[in-house]
């Protein structure tokens, strides 16, 4: 009997997770539509465009070459004035920061500020906001569709009425990376929600 109540039990608990996870996804996505563009003609000019960093170490991430094309191109399309490049370049081994500058190098892109402390996506945009030169631009993030929505999450609380867009780079057809994207950004998505209280306006 005491099994059987305590299996029921942690059914309704693991039930109830599942449901906040999936209310957090929601408000995620609902707070980001319209702001998350596909079309790079459609998409609205801003001042800088965001870079925002992923996994650039011995083995890169298979989202790290369609970011920094989809920089290239938004710059060269007129619809950004320079790159703003924002990671994580904390360990010898892990140098996604310095890679990107040199990308945007190569292909003739200005670099207006390097972050290398960016570890994570609020704490790149938190970052940016605080400096005093950023408070009144706008902003273009620069990244997958699935990290956009997120990071237009947080600004819509962090940035107030700032212009800020997002351009979605390319995605990866790899299934197991799906399957771990789909995982991680889900947890990811009900942080974001969960830290609303803790988020202060720059």
Request: net charge negative; aromatic share 12%.
């Given at each position: 009997?005491?099994?059987?109540?305590?299996v029921?039990?942690?059914?309704?608990?693991?039930g109830?997770?599942?449901l906040?996870?999936?209310i957090?996804?929601v408000?995620?996505v609902?707070?980001?539509?319209?702001?998350?563009?596909?079309?790079l003609?459609?998409?609205?000019?801003?001042?800088?465009?965001?870079l925002?960093?992923?996994?650039r170490?011995?083995?890169?991430?298979?989202?790290y070459?369609?970011?920094?094309?989809?920089?290239?191109?938004?710059?060269?399309?007129?619809?950004?004035?320079?790159?703003?490049v924002?990671?994580e370049?904390?360990y010898?081994?892990?140098?996604?920061?310095?890679?990107?500058?040199a990308?945007m190098?190569?292909?003739?892109v200005?670099?207006?500020?390097?972050d290398?402390?960016?570890t994570?996506?609020?704490?790149?945009?938190?970052?940016?906001?605080?400096?005093?030169?950023?408070?009144?631009c706008?902003?273009?993030?620069i990244s997958?569709?699935?990290h956009?929505?997120?990071?237009?999450?947080?600004?819509?609380y962090?940035?107030g009425?700032?212009?800020?867009?997002?351009y979605?780079?390319?995605?990866?057809?790899?299934w197991?990376?799906?399957?771990?994207r789909?995982?991680r950004?889900?947890?990811?998505?009900?942080k974001?929600?969960?830290?609303l209280?803790?988020i202060?306006?720059?």
């Amino acid at each position: 009997m005491k099994h059987s109540k305590a299996v029921k039990i942690g059914g309704i608990l693991i039930g109830l997770v599942l449901l906040l996870i999936i209310i957090c996804n929601v408000i995620v996505v609902t707070a980001s539509a319209e702001k998350c563009y596909d079309d790079l003609d459609a998409l609205p000019h801003n001042t800088y465009g965001l870079l925002l960093g992923t996994g650039r170490g011995s083995n890169p991430s298979p989202y790290y070459e369609a970011r920094v094309q989809a920089a290239i191109d938004l710059y060269h399309a007129g619809k950004i004035d320079a790159v703003i490049v924002s990671g994580e370049n904390l360990y010898d081994d892990y140098f996604e920061v310095d890679t990107m500058v040199a990308a945007m190098k190569e292909a003739n892109v200005p670099v207006q500020l390097i972050d290398p402390y960016g570890t994570d996506t609020y704490t790149s945009l938190r970052r940016i906001k605080a400096l005093d030169d950023y408070k009144d631009c706008s902003i273009t993030i620069i990244s997958q569709h699935f990290h956009n929505q997120r990071a237009i999450f947080y600004c819509k609380y962090l940035y107030g009425d700032m212009p800020v867009a997002a351009y979605n780079a390319a995605d990866t057809d790899i299934w197991y990376w799906d399957i771990w994207r789909f995982v991680r950004e889900s947890l990811a998505r009900t942080k974001a929600v969960l830290m609303l209280p803790f988020i202060h306006r720059t």
